[in-house]
């Protein structure tokens, strides 16, 4: 059972296969939980875990909740532009922000100017002609929507603010007889013109991750074709547009990335976090837990948390002592959980409960809770 392919594919309001072909109303499904990922460790350790807690703040009215950024002091919570909750970090309260158009999983999230939320992308990856173009904005402070479209419709790309500009990467495309390619499209939004202008990528990626570090793009990772991976990382200047380059030793496909002191951790489906100079781009590979379902970078406390989809240990890493703690948490975490840490606060939100097998695959159930990690 290959539990990505299912997340890529699933859609809230209307249930498909593996291969995206809708999946009748009336079919009896049994519901299949997903089991506990056994545990790893790529390295000799005799340290005590660290116990961490998870405190639930509160249960999301829709599950599959695959995003989750900051903006103006809130947390939203989202998986497209028509399901959309916020959790008010000073006065712990949630609200909706009015949907925005019909159901559509949207691939990529971020936030320009401090209020405005940008929604991009989505799709199924076998039907490119359900390809998304639209951008979904929706301002904070004004509490309303507009719209624009990226130069192609993409899914599996990743979104990036610099400044005044929006950047939108990557992802898959479809050809001219509706093949699916992978992209190399950067679209670029200037928030203070409305404009949009386009760029390239050198090496064409889907599903990768994009950080920003003093004005540079560092896209990471990815995939280059259906069971193709990337071990590259393109660094971008916004201002100049000057490229560099550099390539992981270990670590390939799907990773994510945070920054902290100049440094970039990235980690993905291994038990590598590399730790990469954001200026010279010299890197070190760190060995900590295995991961088989990916990872999600985080920093909280100066210290870089590595926490593992499917697992209830995750890696603490201290870059000034240069020292590993492996944190334990009581529950495993979620696949395809949204994962944020805010103001040195970890938030965890839905992910994947169970899966109801069908002939070609199965249906996910999804999670609405949302917790508070603590260490």
């Not at 990226?150 to 001219?176: D, I």
Request: aromatic share 10%; proline share 4%; net charge negative.
């Amino acid at each position: 059972m290959v539990l990505v392919t299912i997340l890529q594919v699933a859609c809230k309001k209307e249930a498909r296969d593996l291969q995206g072909i809708p999946i009748s109303d009336s079919d009896t499904l049994p519901v299949e939980v997903i089991p506990p990922e056994p545990v790893v460790y790529c390295s000799a350790s005799n340290q005590a875990p660290v116990n961490a807690t998870l405190e639930k703040i509160g249960q999301l009215s829709g599950g599959s909740i695959a995003m989750a950024v900051e903006v103006s002091g809130k947390i939203v919570f989202s998986k497209s532009a028509s399901m959309i909750e916020m959790y008010d970090i000073n006065s712990k309260s949630w609200s909706a922000i009015p949907t925005h158009g019909a159901y559509i999983d949207r691939d990529a999230i971020t936030v320009a100017n401090e209020n405005k939320l940008f929604f991009a992308g989505g799709g199924y990856f076998w039907f490119p002609d359900e390809y998304n173009s639209v951008v979904s904005i929706y301002d904070v402070s004004t509490n309303t929507w507009s719209e624009t479209n990226l130069s192609k419709p993409r899914m599996g790309l990743a979104a990036v603010t610099v400044g005044n500009k929006v950047l939108f990467s990557g992802g898959y495309e479809a050809t001219n007889d509706y093949d699916i390619r992978v992209s190399k499209v950067i679209d670029v939004y200037d928030v203070s013109t409305n404009e949009w202008s386009v760029d390239s990528l050198q090496e064409g990626r889907a599903f990768h991750d994009a950080v920003e570090v003093n004005g540079k793009v560092y896209f990471a990772g990815g995939e280059n074709s259906y069971q193709g991976r990337v071990n590259t990382v393109e660094v971008y200047d916004v201002v100049t547009h000057d490229r560099n380059y550099t390539s992981f030793t270990g670590l390939t496909g799907r990773v994510s990335g945070n920054s902290s002191n100049g440094e970039i951790f990235w980690a993905g489906n291994s038990c590598i976090t590399a730790a990469m100079n954001a200026d010279d781009l010299s890197m070190e590979n760190l060995y900590g837990i295995q991961a088989n379902n990916g990872s999600k970078v985080v920093v909280k406390d100066g210290k870089v948390l590595v926490l593992k989809y499917g697992l209830n240990v995750f890696d603490i890493y201290d870059p000034q002592q240069k020292t590993w703690h492996v944190g334990k948490l009581p529950v495993p975490i979620r696949l395809s959980a949204a994962i944020i840490s805010v103001n040195n606060v970890v938030y965890i939100a839905g992910g994947l409960i169970s899966c109801s097998p069908i002939p070609n695959g199965c249906i996910p159930v999804y999670s609405g809770e949302v917790f508070r990690l603590e260490l």
